[in-house]
């Protein structure tokens, strides 16, 4: 999958967010330790750095959310993580995303700090963002 479909992706799973473009993903899929997962239906982009590895986003477009696609893809993150050496994974998500944080709940994170007003919305206001971990298996 190419930036600009991921791109056009992302614009469609965060709507109310500031989309980010085709350069933006561009420049994160080909960083140093990047670990790109992509299906039809979206897209995952990580990176590990030495030991610790993170989720930089996850996003799937909305005529095919719940359906097990950021299950997947997450779950490929975690695999290529674990490969590459890392031996916990953290990521991001804003307190009022119950959909991710119900499957991220799913895959044994856990909160592990808070960033108030982390996300801006175009409504004026902003939403905290959870970090959360998992502790990854690296047998």
Do not use: C
């Not at 299950?71 to 995303?97: I, P, Y």
């Amino acid at each position: 999958m190419k930036a600009a479909e991921m791109a056009r992706i992302y614009a469609r799973a965060f709507a109310e967010e500031r989309a980010w473009t085709t350069d933006e993903i561009g420049s994160l899929v080909t960083a140093n330790g990047a670990i790109i997962v992509t299906l039809d239906q979206g897209f995952a982009i990580g990176r590990v750095t030495l030991d610790e590895a993170e989720v930089i986003t996850i996003a799937v477009d909305p005529d095919a959310q719940r359906r097990g696609h950021g299950n997947r893809l997450l779950q490929k993150v975690e695999e290529r993580a674990a490969a590459k050496g890392a031996r916990v994974l953290f990521l991001e998500v804003a307190a009022d995303n119950t959909a991710a944080l119900r499957l991220y709940g799913s895959r044994s994170f856990e909160q592990v700090g808070i960033r108030p007003h982390y996300y801006p919305r175009q409504n004026g206001i902003s939403a905290d963002a959870l970090v959360m971990q998992k502790l990854l298996d690296r047998t």
